[in-house]
C-alpha cells in the first residue's frame, strides 16, 4: 500500500503513522524526522533546512523533493511506505505523481486527520518527543510520562522540539492553511481523500484509520 497521511501540526499524524505503518508493514517515511537527522549529523542538507524549519517555514521544494524520492527509492519502500508530512504543497503532490508515475505506481489512499485548531495548540504546547524515537510523544498534561523528561517506551530523553514554541506554531498552521491544505481538494479531486476525526484515544484512531482504509 502506499498512502499519504495529512492534516495540522498537532493532528497525530507521527504517533498513527507508526502504528499505521507497523499494522501494514510498510516503512513510515517522516519528512521532518529526515531532516531531524540531517541537522543531528550536521549534514549540508540539515545545514540547509534548519532555518526555515527553525522558524516553522516550509524547507523549500528543491531541497524537500529530492531528500524524499531518495528515500523512497530504498528497497525497503519497494513494496510500499506511509508518507507523513510530504507532500505539503501542491508542487510536492504534482512531483510525487509523477515519480509514482515514473515507476508505474500509484497511491491507494491519502489519509486526512481532522482536528480543531484549539485543540492543536494545547496539543503541540505540552508536547514532548523522545530523543531516540519521534514515534514516542508525550504530553505535559494529557499523557505524562511515568518520570518527568524520560520516554516510558524506550528510557529516551524527552524534549521539547525547538518549533513546538507558541510563536512558532501560529506559523505552522497559517503555511497549513495557505500552503498544505490545497492538496486536500487535489487528492479529493482524484478520488483518494479519506478523512477521519482524529480526536479521541490514539488506538481509537488508529483502528478509525484502519477501518477506513479497509474500505
Ligand atoms: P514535521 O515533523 O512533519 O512537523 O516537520 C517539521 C518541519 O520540517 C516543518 O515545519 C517544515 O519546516 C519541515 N518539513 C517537513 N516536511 C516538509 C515538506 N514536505 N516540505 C517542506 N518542509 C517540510
Do not use: W
Request: proline share 4%; with cysteine.
Amino acid at each position: 500500500m502506499r498512502i499519504v497521511l495529512v492534516g495540522p501540526p498537532g493532528a497525530g499524524k507521527g504517533t498513527q503513522a507508526a502504528f499505521l505503518a507497523k499494522n501494514l508493514s510498510i516503512p513510515h517515511i517522516s519528512t521532518g524526522d529526515l531532516f531531524r537527522a540531517n541537522i543531528s549529523q550536521g549534514t549540508e542538507l540539515g545545514l540547509r533546512a534548519k532555518a526555515f524549519m527553525d522558524a516553522g517555514d516550509l524547507v523549500p521544494d528543491e531541497i524537500t523533493i529530492g531528500m524524499a524520492k531518495d528515500r523512497m527509492e530504498q528497497p525497503d519502500a519497494a513494496g510500499g511506505f506511509l508518507l507523513d508530512g510530504f507532500p505539503r504543497n501542491v508542487s510536492q503532490a504534482e512531483a510525487l505523481d509523477v515519480m509514482l508515475e515514473e515507476s508505474g505506481m500509484k497511491l491507494d489512499a491519502v489519509l486526512d486527520l481532522e482536528v480543531e485548531e484549539d485543540e492543536v495548540v494545547k496539543r503541540i504546547a505540552g508536547r514532548r518527543v523522545c530523543r531516540n524515537e519521534s514515534a514516542h510523544v508525550f504530553h505535559v498534561v494529557y499523557a505524562a510520562p511515568k518520570t518527568e523528561g524520560v520516554c516510558d517506551q524506550c528510557g529516551g530523553e524527552l524534549y521539547q522540539r525547538g518549533d513546538d514554541s507558541e510563536a512558532t506554531v501560529r506559523n505552522r498552521l497559517e503555511v497549513y492553511h495557505t500552503q498544505t491544505e490545497p492538496i486536500i481538494d487535489y487528492y479529493k479531486a482524484q478520488g483518494l481523500l479519506v478523512t477521519i476525526p482524529a480526536l479521541g484515544e490514539v488506538a481509537d484512531v488508529t483502528k478509525r484509520a484502519m477501518d477506513a482504509l479497509q474500505k
